[in-house]
Antibody, heavy 122, light 109 residues
């Protein structure tokens, strides 16, 4: 089965670091970019950035550049989203998503992970 | 950045009736427009791509239209399982980023 499996929910304090993961299976992980999408409580979807797992080349939304880091380990078919110093405003559900086609062109997402809920509270 | 604006924010419709949701882009995205459905506690799911092509397994009561800057998602006869939040997304490649609309919540009247 083709799927993206995300890591479990996290509860962190402001200032702490965090890395969440997204593991692809059932397909050639290095052939498809992986994107991360934020959904704050009760709000809409925001694209954060994407990574090409074959060479770890990244593109970021200007809104998230410098605030998060997207990385990947192709040997274990896993992409990551990480923060060095969390804020309360990082509280959100985070989804990873895969585009329909395996090119660098931006395509719609036809595969989504179930999401990782990150709660940042003192 | 291309801004996607959806209207209305909330739409109240009775089961069996037609629902029409709108999405406007701040500049042309050609037909590089997708619609997603999100139910509570679930990840979004692809409904429509290329502005008008239904994704695999999507019922024929869902249809998309438009190009350039104006797009519409129509649900011809609402079923109970269709009450959800709907998002449009552009993937036009220039500027090189995705943007979503803010969503339309379709609720039971």
């Amino acid at each position: 089965e083709v799927q993206l499996v995300q890591s479990g929910a996290e509860v962190k304090k402001p200032g702490e670091s965090l890395r969440i993961s997204c593991k692809g299976s059932g397909y050639s992980f290095t052939s498809y970019w992986i994107s991360w999408v934020r959904q704050m409580p009760g709000k809409g979807l925001e694209w954060m950035g994407r990574i090409d797992p074959s060479d770890s080349y990244t593109n970021y939304s200007p809104s998230f550049q410098g605030h998060v880091t997207i990385s990947a380990d192709k040997s274990i078919s896993t992409a990551y989203l990480q923060w060095s110093s969390l804020k309360a405003s990082d509280t959100a559900m985070y989804y990873c998503a895969r585009p329909r086609y395996s090119t660098s062109t931006y395509w719609y997402f036809d595969l989504w992970g179930r999401g990782t809920l990150v709660t940042v509270s003192s | 950045e291309i801004v996607m604006t959806q209207s209305p924010a909330t739409l109240s419709v009775s089961p069996g009736e037609r629902a029409t949701l709108s999405c406007r882009a701040s500049q042309s995205v050609s037909s590089n427009l997708a619609w997603y459905q999100q139910k509570p506690g679930q990840a979004p799911g692809l409904l429509i791509y290329g502005a008008s092509t239904r994704a695999t397994g999507i019922p024929a009561r869902f249809s998309g239209s438009g190009s350039g800057t104006e797009f519409t998602l129509t649900i011809s006869s609402l079923q109970s399982e269709d009450f959800a939040v709907y998002y449009c997304q552009q993937y036009n490649n220039w500027p090189p980023m995705y943007t979503f609309g803010q969503g339309t919540k379709l609720e039971i009247k």
